[in-house]
């Protein structure tokens, strides 16, 4: 089947109905991931263990996907992409079902482990299928439509998830997940066509990618990028209530806003990425965050401009996610070559390197009571980020994903 058949949509930006059915997943994923965090009281109370340890399932899952990523990716390389993808959902699928019949905490921890490793290795299969299927130099956009429902997962499917969590339940959301991972197999199955699985070399060309200079560099822009925000974006619920003055329900509402930039950033910045290619994209965006997270930190104590900040913010910190992984892409294109999906897979576990970075620096200043100080650690982050960004500009000439560029 010819790349360009079955378009789902007409105009400027042809998205193949294959790359829809990767975002219907994506979508699931998303609640899962995030749901935790919404029911984490539920679960301690119900399973009788601490609330810190409940925690630990955030935590925890962020390493699994992390280490587990690279390595599930590598071995599936030689693998047909499709049976791939309906496989790795099916599994997906499986592990939340375990999480949702757990009667222990143990059992629920293998659950949420299982997911996180079919999560990051979805994303970074998927985000090389999505590819694929785009026009030549769309292939940013492809991935932002993919990415999309990740984000609509926060705008929509975590706050009802906790609600219904909460109201009904911690398991309740968990067996939801379930059903929507039917229907995204379903969609997977029906939508996506077969497309051809990419030439692979042997183990130890993989593993090159792991210890080039010019992945690794990519690697730190995603990681100091997107962690940046995490550093705030973590406690912003007690900053919103505590130094800004919300009330809880408030603050609860004002991250569905954050939500809803998330996904307009996603989308818009899938379009700048393929206007102005990547590097100058994530530069500017680079720069234009470190000026929002600066004017929060000066502006926390007011509401009306806090508001707007936490709009433009969600928009900029999500609307790298293109970004990051078509340049991800394109280095993996021009460097190694035979080892994209690793290298896919490698940056999905930079952007839970760089949440786990950002976590660390903020949760530092927390404990040395300079809450509202965080947002300075996260424009300390993206800054450093711009010098790897420079370094691999520099290296890289500015080419959409599937050009085919001369290796150096």
Known sequence: MNKYENSAAAGRLSVHTGVWALAVTAFAIGVAEFIVVGVLP???????VSLARAGSLVGLYALALAVGTPVTVLALARFPRKPVLLTLVAIFLLGNLLSAL?????????GR??????????????????????????ASKAIAAMFAGLTLAMVIGVPLGSMLGNSYGWRLPFYAVVVLAALAWLATAYWLPS??????GKLSTQLSALVHPAILAMMAITAMGFGASFASFAYITPILINITGFTPTTASALLMVFGVATLIGNLAGGRVTASLGWQIALARMFVLLAIVLAALAFLLPYRIPVIALLFAWGAIAFGMSPGFQTGMLATAERYTPRAQDFASALNISAFNLG?????????????RGDIGLTPWAGVAVVMLGLLPLWWLSRRTPAVQVGEQPQQA
């Not at 539920?42 to 009788?48: E, M, P, Q, R, T």
């Not at 996180?116 to 999505?130: D, L, P």
């Not at 497309?195 to 692979?200: F, L, Q, Y």
């Open 42 to 48: 539920a679960i301690s109370h119900d399973l009788g």
């Open 102 to 110: 757990s009667t222990n905490f143990n059992s629920l921890l293998l």
């Open 113 to 138: 482990i299982v997911t996180a490793i079919m999560h990051g290795s979805f994303f970074a299969i998927g985000a090389t299928v999505a590819a694929s299927l785009a026009p030549k130099g769309q």
């Open 195 to 200: 497309v051809s699985t990419p030439e692979s």
């Open 355 to 367: 949440i786990a970075l950002g976590e660390s620096l903020g949760g530092v200043m927390v404990a």
